[in-house]
């Protein structure tokens, strides 16, 4: 091994302690197709050589078979990546690329150009710290790259670099960039940008890519690669400490650790800090980095706390400095870019993740939708994949947070649909909705429908019908126990149950039988009315009972489980021991051996739970309700 | 205490972004596990969960899926890195593949059936909804438009199509029906950011990666090192001593050697900025089609 002093040794040393301490950029790339994104980019890493020889002999390889250049290199093919999309000749989706220099590591989102896949800008632009549009010298700013622009400006990003391509087809006209930046800059102060910069650059060329280009006299500005090793960079030190808690680390009674990444500010040992939404105060006992304790940590920094006090903290909870606590609301008005092929409904139900916290969430009203290339609003009553919307937000619980502008991580939201798990929509949280100010709640009738829909559910009616022992109660429980984890909203009633309370007046002749189910349905009907599904366990035994119950809901809503046992089975169960009084005479009119069983014609179920488990019959009632 | 550290570099960035990435995953998934493959990424991937979860143990085991061809230097550097961390190490064996398929005749089939198909039954048998590896988007074009948090169909398949948004790296980890998750906290690394990690912590990875003399034999242009004598040697193939090294580590008959003097990891970080070649390109079983990885990603394997 060589000696450290020997100078190659050093060398090599003091570039890797450059490239230890080098920072990251985050970019976001668009541009609308053709403008020569691809090609820029390709060009670009091969020009700063950092793409491996054996893929550049591919590249050259391939160009010659799929190549846009008559056979010539085409730097496009070195981004190219799934089989489809080369053969369809389009980009479907963000694609992630890295390189660096020795001052500064960049990860770069490269976005779709086509406006069917605005959505696939979400994921690149929001955690992005400059966004780079490209501009065909040609055609100048075009409906696209103000569309690019908007989004970019709506996920925050205060910087956009304006890359003015094909600069060889317009013979390097100073006249006519000197024209376009001009709207570019323009086209960056309509839409909120705080910086905007323009470069001319031929990606065919390499001009302006690494270094400054003869063609160009007349431009005065850092090439391509350097602007941005330059470009300086915010971070959100400054803002007040905030760490929503990812999760509780406990492994024993001696030690409780609230683990999270910092999404504001600084902390340290002995800040005096609250949790947000209960408002409990403590102060931070140690800060725990990977590997010991620091005295402090920063925005971004992942780390786990411990409290002086013992309070009750849990994830989704947010941490932070007591004097300048984050917000705390239930209703807000967003920003929403929707993101799924079926479109947002207001007041269907979804989850909205925000931070580490996971709830219940309804879009109440859409106040308007955002031309993507005008700005201009437009009345909309549903948000379709693409779209985005200004929107009324209604959250199942308070939440603590910050408005977008001021911090990301505890402003920007996505929304997932309960039944796919799909994510569907993103959004950023722009302001709280005081409930005084919430006129919204009016626009909604409270009917039978805006009752269901709160609850995200089709109210339904499962009636359980079948002897004494048939597994009636233990199947309804086991469907409700399964309706109710997947977030449904339900009720059992029970006929055991029911004749304790609401029906003790009753006995068992033909005729108390009749009200007794007159009077079961009547209340499962109300509670259709209040949004639920109603499970109904009763033997009700005769046809013309059930038959009547049916009448009382619309088409669709009732569904009759006929569970099915023979009369030996049942009886040998005898769960309750009624069989064996029934036949020792002690019960009179007792079904199937002092009173009959009349068996469903046509019912929407059929189980046999004589032969067939309770779970899976149970599986079998859920799969027929279809939610 | 280590005082007030200065975080802002990119590889600070990185550690910082990934620990996030672990721990949400065992805050949100019912049953996850690290897919421990023993190499360097597994190796930064270990350490940063041990980081995550500092001052308790990880709270989830590590998978090995074991071809029975590996190196007999990463087996035992794999048991010694078990032994001092203490996390738990579940080793699985494909034993129905064992003597019928053969990485020297047929490499795609044994890499099928040892590692895809092992790995599809592994995660199966144990009920693991979320299995974390060590793959980068750098490593392969086909990675790169790869979701952070990868949903797997019935079967374990990636589909293009129902890959998830992440803005905000905001992961959806909730499943439906017979889903599962892969997740890769080392997404956004390059292979140079994983060199300079290990530099900057002293992570130990196996010695296979350091120039030594190993006893050689060259086929088809490629260097491998011999291991054991499973592999038949042809006629007046004898293994040479040659200083050799790895770039990335798999099963012995399938991972080609580079000729290196690079015996530290300041000369491998230097060797690897000077020569440009990818590291794939020592995968011998990615040399067929360039579109290879994709298919093998869409049959389950990483
Ligand atoms: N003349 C000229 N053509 C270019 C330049 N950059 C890209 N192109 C061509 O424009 C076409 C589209 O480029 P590509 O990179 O695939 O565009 P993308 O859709 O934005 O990724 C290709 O035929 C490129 O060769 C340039 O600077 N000058």
């Known amino acids: 091994m060589a000696a450290v002093t020997e100078p190659a040794t050093t060398m090599i040393a003091e570039r890797l302690e450059a490239l230890v301490n080098r920072d990251t950029l985050r970019i976001a790339i668009c541009g609308s197709v053709d403008d020569g994104k691809s090609t820029l980019l390709g060009r670009l890493l091969a020009e700063a050589g950092m793409i491996p020889e054996d893929r550049l002999a591919q590249m050259v390889r391939d160009s010659r078979k799929h190549g846009t250049q008559g056979g010539a290199p085409d730097y496009a093919l070195l981004l190219d990546g799934l089989e489809a999309e080369r053969e369809q000749g389009i980009t479907i989706d963000v694609a992630w690329r890295y390189f660096g220099t020795d001052k500064r590591a960049f990860i770069v989102a490269d976005c779709p150009g086509h406006a069917q896949y605005t959505r696939n800008m979400a994921s690149g632009a929001s955690n992005a710290e400059l966004g780079i549009v490209l501009v065909d010298a040609r055609a100048g700013v075009q409906t696209q790259t103000r569309r690019h622009v908007a989004i970019l400006s709506m996920f925050g990003v205060q910087r956009v670099l304006f890359a003015v391509n094909k600069l060889d087809l317009i013979e390097y006209d100073p006249a006519r960039y000197a024209e376009i930046e001009r709207e570019c800059a323009q086209l960056a102060r309509t839409l909120g940008i705080a910086h905007g910069d323009a470069i001319p650059v031929s990606a065919l060329n390499a001009d302006n890519l690494v270094a400054s280009s003869p063609r160009t006299p007349w431009y005065a500005g850092p090439p391509l690669l350097s602007y941005l090793e330059e470009v300086p960079l915010e971070r959100r030190g400054e803002a007040a400490f905030a760490m929503p808690v990812q999760w509780v680390n406990r492994p024993d009674h001696s030690f409780r650790g609230y683990v999270g990444s910092i999404a504001a500010g600084r902390v340290a040992t002995g800040d005096e800090v609250i949790v947000m939404p209960s408002g409990q105060r403590s102060r931070i006992a140690r800060v725990i980095g990977g590997d010991g304790d620091l005295k402090s940590a920063q925005a971004d920094q992942a780390v786990t706390l411990t409290l002086a006090d013992q309070i009750d903290v849990s994830r989704g909870d947010v941490i932070a400095d007591a004097a300048q606590p984050p917000q705390v609301a239930a209703q807000f008005g967003c920003h929403l870019l929707w993101l799924d092929d079926v479109a947002l409904l207001p007041g269907r139900r979804y989850l909205l993740k925000l931070a580490t916290r996971t709830l219940g969430a309804q879009v109440t009203e859409i106040k308007h939708r955002i031309d993507p290339d005008t700005q201009a609003q437009l009345a909309a009553t549903r948000l379709s994949a693409n779209e985005i919307g200004v929107c009324n937000l209604s959250l199942d619980a308070e939440v603590a947070y910050e408005p977008y502008a001021r911090n990301r991580r505890l402003g920007g939201f996505i929304l997932v649909d309960r039944e796919t798990q799909a994510t569907v929509g993103c959004g950023t949280l722009d302001f709280g909705l005081r409930r005084d100010r919430n006129v919204h709640w009016q626009h909604l009738d409270v009917d039978r429908a805006a009752r269901a829909r709160i609850k995200g559910q089709q109210p339904r009616c499962l009636w359980f019908t079948g002897l004494s022992g048939a597994g009636k109660s233990t199947i309804a429980n086991l469907v409700e126990r399964r309706l109710h984890a997947e977030g449904f909203h339900t009720i059992i009633l029970d006929g055991d149950n029911i004749r304790h309370g609401l029906n003790r007046d009753l006995g068992f002749t033909d005729a108390d039988r009749v009200e007794n189910i007159r009077r079961v349905a009547e209340v499962a009907k109300l509670m259709l009315d209040a949004g639920l599904i109603v499970l109904v366990s009763f033997i009700s035994p005769f046809r013309a009972e059930r038959d009547m119950a049916r009448a009382l809901f619309n088409d669709g809503e009732f569904m009759e489980v006929f569970v099915d046992a023979p009369l030996d089975v049942c009886e040998q169960r005898d769960v309750k021991g009624l069989y064996a009084k029934a036949r020792a005479g002690q019960i009179a009119n007792f079904t199937g051996i002092g009173s009959p069983y009349e068996p469903p014609e046509n019912p929407e179920v059929h189980l046999h739970s004589g032969s067939e488990g309770a779970a899976d019959s149970a599986k079998r009632v859920i799969e027929a309700l279809g939610l | ?302």
Not at chain 2, 45 to 54: I, Q, R, S, V
Not at chain 2, 213 to 242: C, F, H, S, T, W
């Open chain 2, 1 to 302: 205490m280590t005082g007030t550290a200065a975080f802002q570099t990119h590889l600070d960035r990185l550690e910082a972004e990934s620990i996030r990435i672990l721990r949400e995953t065992v805050a949100e998934c019912r049953k996850p596990v690290l897919l421990y493959s023993i190499g360097k990424d597994s190796s930064v991937l270990l350490h940063l969960l041990l980081k995550a979860f500092y001052p308790a143990r990880p709270p989830l085991p590590l998978l090995h899926v074991n071809t029975t061809w590996k190196f007999r230097e990463m087996i035992e550097f794999r048991d010694r890195i078990a032994r001092e961390t203490g996390v738990e190490l579940i080793e699985y064996i494909n034993r129905e593949g064992i003597g019928k398929t053969d990485p020297l005749n047929d490499p795609s089939r044994h890499t099928y059936v040892m590692k895809t198909q092992a790995l599809r039954q592994a995660l199966a048998d144990h009920g693991f909804d979320a299995a974390i590896g060590g793959a980068r988007r750098d490593e392969d074009p086909a990675r790169a438009k790869e979701r952070v948090i990868s949903l797997r169909g019935a079967g374990q398949r990636w589909e293009p199509r129902k890959q998830r948004p992440e803005p905000w790296s905001l992961f959806n980890t909730r499943l439906a029906g017979d889903e599962t998750l892969r997740v890769f906290p080392l997404s956004d690394w390059t292979e140079l950011d994983v060199w300079l990690y290990i530099r900057r912590e002293n992570i130990p990875v196996v010695p296979l990666y350091f120039a030594a003399e190993r006893p050689v034999i060259e086929r088809k242009g490629a260097l491998l090192v011999y291991d054991d004598d499973r592999m038949p040697l042809n006629d007046g193939e004898v293994p040479q001593p040659r200083r050799v090294r790895f770039r990335t580590l798999g099963c012995w008959p399938l991972t080609a050697a580079v000729e290196s003097t690079a015996s530290n990891l300041d000369e491998i970080i230097d060797e690897m900025l000077e020569t440009r070649v990818s590291e794939r390109a020592g995968r011998i079983i990615d040399h067929d089609p360039s579109d290879s990885m994709e298919r093998k990603k869409r049959e389950g394997y990483f």
